[in-house]
Each structure stands twice: as C-alpha cells, then as structure tokens.
C-alpha cells in the first residue's frame, strides 16, 4: 500500500511513520506544512526508498488532489493540536483542523481511496472525578475548546461523508499521549525540559485534573489495527486504562529526576480547562482484538524522561520561545 501520512512530522504522526517502516511493507508520502510543531528530525533515518515527504498545507486542494490520486489510503494526523494555543488564537484550528479535513475529504471522495481519521477524546467534553462511566463511542460530543470543538466538527464531517459519499472512512478517538518526540509546550515534556534546566514545573490550578495517558506506540498500533480491520464507518476509541491527576505525574517526573516531589508551582488555571478524560476501549479490544503493550506508565514515563535527557539538541530550539509564550499568559 502507499499511504499518505499528514502531519507526519508532528509527535504521533511521526512515531506512526516509524511503525509502518518497522512493521510493515508500505511506502509513505507524509504531508505536513512544517509549523512550529512539525519536526524534520523527528523523520530522521526512514529508508528513503520507501518514505518521502512533501512539505504542503492539507488546505491546498491541488496538491492533495495530486498526492491522494497516487495513493492507496489517507491517515490524517495534520492538525493544530494544542489547547492553550486555541484559547490564544483560535483562527489557524478553524483552518485546519475544518477545511484541511474537509480538503482531505473531497480529494478521497473524488479518488475513492480508503481515510482514516484521527481524533481525540476531547470531543467528548469531560467527566466528574467520580464518574462511573467513561467515554465510549456512543457518548455524545460537548467539546469545551477552540481546539476540541474543531476537532469535533472534522469527526462530524468525516460521518456526513461516510453516510452521504459513501466515503471509506474510519475514526478513531483517543486519549492523552505520551513519549518521544513530543512537543515541548505540551503538559508532560515541559515539565521534564524545565527539571532538566533547573526549573520548576508548572502545574495549572490545583491540578487535580485527570488525564488517561497512553504510550504513542500504543496509538500507532491501534491505527494500524483499525486502518487493516476496522469496518467502514465505524468509530473506535483507543485508551490504555491510563488514569492519573496532573499532580501524580509531575510528582512522579520529579522523584524520577531526583528531585523533592513538591518542588513545584501552582500557575493560573487554564480557562474552560476539562476536569477528566477516561476512555473505554472495549469496542476496539473486543472486535478487532488490539491490546495496549505499554501498560506501565511509570516505566514508560521513565523511558521517556530519559529520552528527553539524551536528546536536548532535538528540543532544546523549542523550548525558549515555548516559555516566552507561556510566561505570556501567565503559565
Ligand atoms: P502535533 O502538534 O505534534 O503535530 C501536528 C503536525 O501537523 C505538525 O507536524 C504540523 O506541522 C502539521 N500541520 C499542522 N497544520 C498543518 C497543515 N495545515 N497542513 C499540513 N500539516 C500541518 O500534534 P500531535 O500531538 O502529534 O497530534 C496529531 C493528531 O493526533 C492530531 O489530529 C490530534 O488532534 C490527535 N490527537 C492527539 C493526542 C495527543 O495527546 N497529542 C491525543 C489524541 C489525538
Ligand atoms: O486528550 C487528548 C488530547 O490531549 C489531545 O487531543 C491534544 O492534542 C493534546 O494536546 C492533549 O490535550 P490536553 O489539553 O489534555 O494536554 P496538555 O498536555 O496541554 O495538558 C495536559 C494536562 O496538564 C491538562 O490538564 C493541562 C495541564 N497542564 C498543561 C501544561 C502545558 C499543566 O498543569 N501545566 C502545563 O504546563
């Protein structure tokens, strides 16, 4: 299969790249327009032979035509994925996350190439601390940001082409991720660079909020399973029952840095800020039999940690400006 990949220089795209080079036998055209948060290091060492990149905007109709016309299947990772971002300049979210989407659709629609779209469980609003229930894929959408009510409205048009186009498409939703290769003005890696540096982590509010964080290989794994055996139409949600307060884990990074687990600070909340995240994949474990292989999040966090103090050249260029941004809104 040749497969295109948009946003493939981002944090998931790129470790998704990697997967179908280790796992599989595709070719790959990754598609990215290389904003602030796409990476070319992060595609470094892919055999050229079977991995190619076009540095392009999912908003630009001719190229996409062009490149879907040449391919079996479309995952669509491209996307401004950062809340705080949202709340500080929505415009680019509306771009493209709505009309990169709804590029990518017309092109596969004109083509009839196999979409899968990825999504996020922000769609769904968030949860009480004590909520019994977890998102599944019949909860309904109340996406609280700019960002996730951006997102929602691509899953929305992705249904509507599927019902009215008869478009080939799947989704899928999943939860917070962690790894390599992630940017730093995201929760987990920028509390690790500013131990790293000397600094203190910033935890918003009080930081009781939950998040269900799982392994970006885990995630790379479900698409792949979802892209060979999904059934056309459907949605599945991917989680790994990772469940943690913000404050476990920047208490955890902080032991894991040698570091009192209290050496923090308490920033100004973020506005809207979801409470709780859970997912339930049980559709996606019980029909097409995927299973998460990084079950522990305290040694996946410690491999990830480490990851981030051998590889200081990779973010090291991000991380003055990512601070600038943040110091102002005052976080
Ligand atoms: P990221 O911000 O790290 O990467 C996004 C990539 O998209 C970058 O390489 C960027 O250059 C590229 N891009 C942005 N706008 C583009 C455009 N107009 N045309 C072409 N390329 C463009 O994002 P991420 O965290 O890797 O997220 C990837 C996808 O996964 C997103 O759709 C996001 O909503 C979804 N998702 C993320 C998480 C998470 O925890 N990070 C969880 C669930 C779902
Ligand atoms: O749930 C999936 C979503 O997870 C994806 O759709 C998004 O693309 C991805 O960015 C992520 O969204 P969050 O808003 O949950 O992730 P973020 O890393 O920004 O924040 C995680 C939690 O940590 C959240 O409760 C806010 C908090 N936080 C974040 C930062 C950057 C802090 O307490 N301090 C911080 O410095």
Redesign the pocket.
Known sequence: MKVIVTGGAGFIGSNYVHYLMEKTDHSVVVLDKLTYAGNMASLEGLPAERCSFVKGDICDAGLVDELVAGADAVVHYAAE????NSLDDPRPFLDTNVIGTFTLLEAVRRHGVRYHHIS???VYGDLELDDPERFTESTPYNPSSP?SST?AASDLLVRAWVRSFGVQATISN???NYGPYQHV????P??ITNVLRGERP???GA?E?V?DWIHANDHSSAVMTILEKGAIGETYLIGADGEKN?KQVVELILTHLGQPSDAYDHVKD?PG?DLR?AIDSSKLRSELGWTPQYADFDSGLAATIDWYRDNESWWAPQKDATEAR?AAQG?
Request: hydrophobic share 10%; aromatic share 16%.
């Open positions: 994925s950062h809340n705080d996020t469980d922000e960002y997102k999943c939860s917070n003005e995201k929760f987990i920028r509390q910033k935890l918003y930081g909020n998040r913000n973020r800020h995240y943040y976080q």
